[in-house]
């Protein structure tokens, strides 16, 4: 189609379905003049309005008015009206006048290589501009620009070197804008010593050029090289933008560097560069370092909030109310949910465990057609597999067209958060026989879920497939398989498999650490501490975390001192699980006193994690009184209590015998708090009454919970009617149990202790021979102190 043949129908389209924009008919006037009329400069304008008001309509008007002028053979005029159509988004019309232009020039290219790389069309963007070069012309710094962003974005590292020799060759490597985006092209593409050889090479840079560099390191993880040229850059007198803040927050967010990242907070604020993008990437540090409190101060004294503030702060979120209250005024605000939103949401809503907003946000993705998004989707899965809904996982995974190797993966991740490693691993074996090609991340979970089995050969087998599929170095894998080593007691592998690592972050050293401490290698745990501090690295809460739970479980009190002492130097006293650990291993220790200091001095955080433990502590040195208190005490706080609050108050009215105390405040998290009960805090509930003489009420809650009764709480009821010498229930309590898991050596010893005590000396004998038949052996108990 000719130009003025498309120009014709586009006004007459305008005519018959539009009224003339305003401004056009000011320029219709104008061209009644023909000198005016026939003017470039007049044109220009009224494409210049069109494309400021994002109008088509005028646009196409103007269009077809070039056409009757004779001005589809001006170039200039055509390169105005592609700039047009290309800056309004239409970028088929944009292409089709770039296609039917009679005369192109560099501007022309440079014009469409942009629009095509802003696009998103970057592969298209690389052909235009090597049909640029065949045409004899020179690329501009704006096309040099465009091509270097497009081989970022589609990895084309050959490509980007390629056009960076050109720009050698045409003398174009000083150009800033050029500079600046050929070192965000190496950046980008993780070569950071090409970019920082671009940026020494450059004779002049601006802050665009100390962004790309910043950006470059923090996208490289390299977060103390970035802080370092944020730094070198305020001293010489570079004014900072809001890129440059953004990313220097965003790499203290990386290393967790809370210090740094207040002072560039204070920095913000003194120097009035608040922006929208400066207070998200402050939250987001925040809500990484577990500041929820700092988290909603500058959400609630935010002017302007978009979609990434409110998703950071729904990420932050600590309990039902609050993601209620908080989505209320979402909605009030006028905003929509996102894909990004709902799997956030769902994110929160499985590590809650609360299923019932789960489902009523899942019912709200339905209905707004969000379920088309495979993150939203994955995140579902994940939520119902933390809920235990096996079911929901399978009709989720099952109603995907399209099954991308991120679903499987949260699949699998399921089955073994559910304790069905089989399954687990008949679907990565379904995965590879489907042709779905596994990623780093696929084998990471299957070998964590054959750590459940301790098994050396499976260990060994997929360490083999790992290495065969190229994924052997890879960070996660690598820490899988170190724990997997560990965990079948071949320290030697882990540590040959933990030297070969170019580059240990903290999530390493505290995965180590943590399977260290869990398989009772606490001198080795110790030492990887001091590796840690030695390399020049800050330990983070989650190694503190792990290191005195170790102490704990060992009662280990001069340690847990020692590492008391650390953690207050190294000023992790005030973070929640940190404090949560200390409280645990001093009472642990024996040592209630220096579990409340260090209780009083964490409680001013108004975190349930810490009142949790207090609560947990004070129950398990039989002080119920205390534990009811500071229960009360919490309430008075405002902090809204969670699942587990109810666990560790319950347990101390249990281990008191104050029954009717225990049952009100079962009955208080359905009334006051609106809450689902856990497995957990039915299984407390159900212990309670066993161990008080309250069997039939124990059978009760058994038959009436929403959930199929487990080995556990069966256990509890039966351990009550040995106690309580109640054969009978006991023995329909073993029937359960043993349908359940007829190996296990508790429930044996356990009813024959029934029938002993209900003086049934036949019975017993009976199932101390049973025993004996099926091979179960008791193991002869110990006890371990520290001296």
Known sequence: MKISALGTGLVSLTNRVFKFHPSFERFLSYSCNISIGRDPKTIATALSLSENTKSLILGAQVHGHMCKLGFDYDTFSMNNLLKMYCRCGFMCEGFKVFEEMPQRNVVSWSLITSSLSKNGEFELCLESFLEMMRDGLMPTEFAFGSVMKACADVEAYGFGSGVHCLSWKIGMEQNVFVGGSTLSMYARLGDITSAELVFEWMEKVDVGCWNAMIGGYTNCGLSLEALSAVSLLNSEGIKMDNFTIVSAVKACSLIQDLDSGKELHGFILRRGLISTAAMNALMDMYLISDRKNSVLKIFNSMQTRDIISWNTVFGGSSNEKEIVDLFGKFVIEGMKPNHITFSVLFRQCGVLLDSRLGFQFFSLAVHLGCLDETRVLSSIISMFSQFGLMEMVHSVFDSLVFKPVSAWNQFILAYSLNSFEMEAFRTFSSLLRYGVVANEYTFSIIIETACKFENPWMCRQLHCASLKAGFGSHKYVSCSLIKCYILIGSLESSFEIFNQLEIVDMATYGAVISTLVHQNHMYEAIMFLNILMESGKKPDEFTFGSILNGCSSRAAYHQTKAIH???????????????SAIIDAYAKCGDIGSAQGAFEQSCQSNDVIVYNSMMMAYAHHGLACEAIQTFEKMRIAKVQPSQASFVSVISACRHMGLVEQGRSLFQTMKSDYNM????????????????????????????????????????????GCRIYGNVELGQWTAEKLLSLAPQNLATHVLLSKVYSEGNSWEDAANIRKEMTDRGVLKDPGYSRVEI
Request: net charge neutral.
């Open 565 to 579: 002492s650390l953690v207050e130097k190294m000023g992790f006293g005030f973070h929640v699980h940190v404090a």
């Open 676 to 719: 689902t009960p856990s497995r957990d805090n039915y299984g407390c509930l159900v212990d309670m009454l066993s161990r008080n003489g309250f069997l039939y009420d124990a059978r009760y809650i058994i038959e009436s919970m929403p959930f199929s009764p487990w080995p556990a709480i069966l256990r509890s009821l039966l351990s």
